[in-house]
């Protein structure tokens, strides 16, 4: 990570998205006093198997479960959007409550999800890619000009420009982040969105196979990864 990262914004589509992507890089951050704010665009109401539950009920608890979860990693604050599960679109009122957020809390670096259909279906979960490509638009040049959403400027939210955008990534990344000493909260907090897990030990081996795969070409025992864009001064 380049010098001078003070403050790290994650904006994913749903509760435990950011667990699942980056959550040992948040954990190593926050536990190097680097402000991390959590940005949650939709509210989740959707992720669930049980017919007997409704989606005002679920959103409840998975709001409560990230809540949790940020808790553990010792992420400073997290900001839930509420659109719905499921249904985000590209829309001039989720680029300008993204850019708000971007405003407030003026982060150097973001860390959104892949933006790019892939084979990988987590990946190329249609939220997902909204939430990211909508990040990007934010990044630049939406928060970091004044006429852009002037509407902002009245609510006492200037422009802000970050310096780094990392894009959660699985294949031939540019940055890989060692989590080794942080696999467990990692876990941990994955374990918080327990309406989500189902066979937690089953997922749990899932999740260390691949974060040693992903850390193996670098002699870690676990890792994350990263595509790494830089934005020009």
Same mark, same amino acid.
């Given at each position: 990570?380049?010098? +001078? $990262?003070?403050?790290?914004?994650?904006?994913?589509?749903?509760?435990?998205?950011?667990?699942?992507?980056?959550?040992?890089?948040?954990? #190593?951050?926050?536990?190097?006093? #680097?402000?991390?704010?959590?940005? $949650?665009?939709?509210? +989740?109401? %959707? +992720?669930?198997? =049980?017919?007997?539950?409704?989606? &005002?009920?679920?959103? %409840?608890?998975?709001? &409560?479960?990230?809540?949790?979860?940020?808790?553990?990693? +010792?992420?400073?604050?997290?900001?839930?959007?509420?659109?719905?599960?499921?249904?985000?679109?590209?829309?001039?009122?989720?680029?300008?409550?993204?850019?708000?957020?971007?405003r407030r809390w003026r982060p150097n670096l973001i860390v959104t999800q892949n933006p790019f259909r892939s084979l990988n279906l987590y990946a190329s979960h249609r939220d997902h890619r $909204?939430?990211?490509?909508?990040?990007? =638009?934010?990044?630049?040049?939406?928060?970091? =000009?004044?006429?852009?959403?002037?509407?902002?400027?009245?609510?006492?939210?200037?422009?802000? %420009?970050?310096?780094?955008?990392?894009?959660?990534?699985?294949?031939?990344?540019?940055?890989?982040?060692?989590?080794?000493?942080?696999? =467990?909260? #990692?876990? %941990?907090?994955?374990?918080?969105?327990?309406?989500?897990?189902?066979?937690?030990?089953a997922l749990e081996a899932r999740v260390r196979e691949r974060s040693a795969q992903l850390g193996k070409p670098k002699g870690f025992a676990y890792a994350e990864t990263f595509n790494r864009?830089? $934005?020009?001064?």
């Amino acid at each position: 990570m380049t010098e +001078g $990262i003070r403050r790290v914004m994650v904006v994913v589509a749903h509760p435990d998205d950011a667990e699942f992507g980056c959550g040992g890089s948040v954990a #190593k951050w926050a536990r190097e006093g #680097k402000e991390v704010t959590y940005v $949650i665009l939709t509210n +989740g109401d %959707k +992720g669930s198997g =049980d017919r007997a539950m409704t989606s &005002e009920r679920l959103a %409840k608890i998975r709001a &409560e479960e990230q809540l949790n979860a940020a808790r553990t990693l +010792g992420v400073e604050r997290v900001r839930f959007l509420g659109y719905p599960d499921g249904e985000l679109e590209d829309t001039r009122e989720v680029r300008r409550d993204v850019t708000a957020e971007i405003r407030r809390w003026r982060p150097n670096l973001i860390v959104t999800q892949n933006p790019f259909r892939s084979l990988n279906l987590y990946a190329s979960h249609r939220d997902h890619r $909204i939430a990211a490509g909508v990040a990007l =638009d934010c990044v630049y040049p939406l928060a970091r =000009d004044h006429l852009s959403f002037p509407e902002l400027l009245a609510r006492g939210l200037e422009p802000h %420009k970050v310096r780094e955008v990392y894009l959660m990534w699985w294949e031939n990344p540019e940055v890989v982040v060692d989590i080794s000493d942080a696999m =467990d909260l #990692k876990l %941990k907090a994955l374990a918080c969105h327990a309406s989500q897990m189902g066979d937690f030990a089953a997922l749990e081996a899932r999740v260390r196979e691949r974060s040693a795969q992903l850390g193996k070409p670098k002699g870690f025992a676990y890792a994350e990864t990263f595509n790494r864009i830089v $934005i020009p001064r």
